[in-house]
C-alpha cells in the first residue's frame, strides 16, 4: 500500500497479513491471463476435466492447474490442451522421495556442464534449474513484427525486448519477475485515443520516439506463499481479472498493471479471495500538475460452486482517496477487514466511497456449452428504477454470454457470443479521483459506460502448432459533444456532476457513435510459446458527430516469443 507515506505502521499489518510460519506449505507463479491459456483453461472447465476448481478469479496459479498434467492426452477432443499444459507445467512434480534421495547422492558437475545441461532441459524454459530446495526457469521475451495501417497510408511496428524469471524458494515462496523495453508505432486511430487519454492503454508513462512512435519500459513482477494449504497470498506490481468473459463488469486486466496484495483462500466448494490495491489516480496530474497521486481499491470475491456445473460469485468493490489536492491520502485501515461488509464500513466513517456490488454465474450444460454472466450495481433508488423514469443515479451493467466447445463435433473448434450493456454514468463519481480507473484506464470494461456491445467470437485449433482466433464486435455509445459542456454519461474519465438533467436517461444518448470492429488472428507455435503472428484488425466508427467517425484497416505480421499477443479490441 502507501509505504511511504505510513511506514511504520503498515508493514507490521502487511506481516501479519502474510502470516509468515516456520512451517510452509507448497506455492508457485501463475499463468498469464491471455487469450490462449484462457482459452485452455475454458474449454477444460467446461469438459469436467479441471477437478472443480473456480475459473472466474484470474490469473490461476500452476499448482491449481497441475490437476491437468494427469489427464489423458489421447483424447481427440482435448489433446491439444492437454498437450499445452503438460509442456508448461514441466516442473511438476518437484520431486518425489526416490528424486529426493538421488539429488542428495548427486555429486555436482562443474557449473559451465551445468549451465548448459539446463538450457532448454524443456521447451518451456530457455534456463532451468532444479533442486531439492530451489526451483528457476528463465526466458527472453522478444516480439518483433511490422505492418501497415491502410487508412493513413502509415507503417506500424512493434518491438519489444526483455526477460522473464519465475521460481521457488524451499518449495514455500514462488517468485515472478518481467522487464521489457518497448517500442511501438500503432494505427491512427490507437495514436487518437492516446493522444485524448494521455496514456497508452495498458501502460504507463511514456515518451516520443522516432517521430509518430511510442518508447516505454514495463516491469512487472510479485511474489506468492502459502500460510496454510488453503490460503494462498501474493504481494506485488500485476494485474487481476474476475469474470467468464470477454470482457469483465467487475474487474479486467485492461489497465496499467498496480500494487496489490491479494489472499484466496480454497476450501470445499468456497473460493474467497480479499485484494487491496494502490492505484494511480493520473488525472490530478493533468488537472492540476500537481503530480501523480495515489488512490486505493479493495474488493473481495466470494465463489461458490453450488453444484459441479454451476458457480456463483458474489463481490463488492470499493475506490477511495482519502487525500486533497495538494496531499496524497493513506490506505485506509479499517478496509483491511476481509469478511466485513465494505458498506457498512463507509456508513460506520461517514465516508463518500464509490461502492460497487454485483455478481457473476456460470452454468456448464452437457459438457460442451457455458452458459455466463455478470451484474454490477453502482447506485439505484428503487422507486426511481420501478417507475422507470431514466434517473441518472440508477447505474448498472449486465452481461450474458454463451461459449459452445468443440463446435458441431469439430474437435478444437470454440464459438462464444456475449453481450455487455452499461448505464450511463455507471463507475462515475462526484469526486473525479474516487472513479472506476486506474492511471486514466478504465479498471473493468474499456468502452466505460452507457453503451451496448455483442461480440462473436470463432476459436479453432485443428492441431496443436496453429490457432486461429476471428471475431466481431460492435457496440452503441453515447459519447459526449464537441464542447464537453454536458456529460452524457460515457466517459468515466470525468464526474457526473456536469449531467444535462435528472430524469430520462438512456443508454446511448448523447452522441450516437456506432464502433465496428473485425479481427483476425493466426498464430503458428514453432517451439514452445515461440509463435509466428499474422492479423488483420478493420475498424469503423461512424457518429452523429463528424469528428468522431473514423475508418482504419491494418496488418500485421511478426515472432513473438513468450508474450501475449495485444489486443486492439475496444
Known amino acids: 500500500m502507501n509505504f511511504a507515506g505510513n511506514f511504520k505502521i503498515q508493514l507490521p499489518l502487511l506481516m501479519l497479513f502474510l502470516g509468515i510460519y516456520s512451517k510452509g506449505f507448497c506455492q508457485d507463479t501463475y499463468l498469464p491471463i491471455n487469450t490462449f491459456t484462457n482459452y485452455h483453461i475454458d474449454r477444460l472447465d467446461i469438459a469436467g476435466k479441471t477437478n472443480g476448481f473456480i475459473t472466474s478469479v484470474k490469473p490461476i496459479s500452476r499448482a491449481q492447474v497441475n490437476v491437468l498434467n494427469r489427464l489423458d492426452s489421447d483424447s481427440v477432443l482435448y489433446k491439444n490442451s492437454i498437450q499445452y499444459f503438460k509442456t508448461e507445467l514441466f516442473e511438476y512434480p518437484l520431486y518425489d522421495t526416490m528424486q529426493e534421495k538421488l539429488i542428495s547422492n548427486l555429486v555436482l558437475p562443474t557449473p559451465w556442464r551445468s549451465f548448459k545441461k539446463s538450457l532448454y532441459a524443456s521447451p518451456a524454459a530457455l534456463y532451468s534449474k532444479k533442486i531439492r530446495d530451489f526451483t528457476l526457469m528463465i526466458n527472453p521475451i522478444l516480439v518483433i513484427s511490422g505492418g501497415k495501417d491502410f487508412s493513413s497510408e502509415n507503417s506500424t511496428y512493434q518491438n519489444t525486448r526483455g526477460a522473464e524469471i519465475r521460481g521457488m524458494i524451499d518449495n514455500t515462496v514462488g517468485f515472478y519477475s518481467s522487464i521489457t523495453e518497448n517500442q511501438f508505432r500503432f494505427p491512427d486511430y490507437y495514436t487518437q485515443i492516446i493522444d485524448s487519454t494521455g496514456v497508452i492503454p495498458g501502460e504507463g508513462f511514456h515518451k516520443g520516439f522516432g517521430g509518430a512512435a511510442s518508447d516505454f519500459f514495463q516491469a512487472k513482477g510479485y511474489f506468492t506463499f502459502s500460510p496454510s494449504k488453503h490460503i494462498i497470498a501474493q504481494f506485488g506490481h500485476d494485474r487481476n481479472f474476475i469474470g467468464n468473459g470477454y470482457r469483465s463488469l467487475i474487474l479486467s486486466n485492461y489497465s496499467k ?108 450444460i452437457k459438457k460442451r456449452i457455458s452458459f455466463y454472466g455478470q451484474f454490477v450495481l453502482d447506485e439505484f433508488v428503487k422507486n426511481e428504477l420501478i417507475n422507470r423514469t431514466g434517473w441518472w443515479a440508477n447505474k448498472y451493467g449486465v452481461q450474458t454470454g454463451l461459449k459452445y466447445i468443440n463446435a458441431f463435433t469439430i474437435a478444437g473448434l470454440d464459438l462464444q457470443l456475449e453481450y455487455n450493456l452499461l448505464r450511463p454514468y455507471t463507475y462515475t463519481h462526484f469526486k473525479l479521483s474516487q472513479n472506476y480507473v486506474n492511471y486514466n484506464q478504465a479498471l473493468a470494461h474499456p468502452l466505460g459506460a452507457n453503451f451496448k456491445e455483442i461480440i462473436a467470437i470463432a476459436r479453432y485449433q485443428p492441431f496443436y502448432s496453429l490457432f486461429i482466433e476471428a471475431g466481431i464486435i460492435q457496440a452503441i455509445k453515447g459519447l459526449d459533444s464537441s464542447s464537453q459542456t454536458k456529460h452524457f454519461g460515457g466517459n468515466i474519465l470525468t464526474t457526473y456532476e456536469n449531467r444535462p438533467y435528472e430524469n430520462g436517461h438512456t443508454i446511448g444518448q448523447g452522441v450516437k457513435t456506432v464502433y465496428s470492429i473485425l479481427f483476425f488472428n493466426a498464430s503458428y507455435m514453432m517451439y514452445h510459446n515461440m509463435w509466428i503472428d499474422a ?4 475498424r469503423t466508427a461512424k457518429s452523429d458527430l463528424t469528428t468522431h467517425s473514423s475508418n482504419s484497416s491494418w496488418i500485421q505480421l511478426g515472432l513473438r516469443m513468450n508474450l501475449s499477443m495485444r489486443n486492439y479490441d475496444f
Open 257 to 364: 498493471e498496480y500494487l496489490f496484495l491479494k489472499f484466496n483462500t480454497r476450501i470445499w466448494r468456497f473460493n474467497y479471495q480479499n485484494l487491496f490495491t494502490q492505484l494511480t489516480d493520473f488525472s490530478s496530474q493533468s488537472a492540476t500538475g500537481r503530480g501523480i497521486k495515489p488512490k486505493y481499491f479493495v474488493n473481495h470475491y466470494l465463489g461458490v460452486k453450488l453444484f459441479n456445473a454451476l458457480d456463483l460469485g458474489v463481490f463488492e468493490s470499493v475506490i477511495y482517496d482519502r487525500g486533497d489536492i495538494n496531499q496524497p491520502g493513506n490506505f485506509d485501515i479499517n478496509y483491511l477487514n476481509p469478511i466485513i461488509f465494505y458498506r457498512a464500513i463507509e456508513h460506520n466513517l461517514n465516508s463518500s466511497d464509490n461502492v460497487i456490488i454485483g455478481l457473476d454465474w456460470k452454468w456448464n
Open 535 to 538: 492479423r488483420i484488425n478493420v
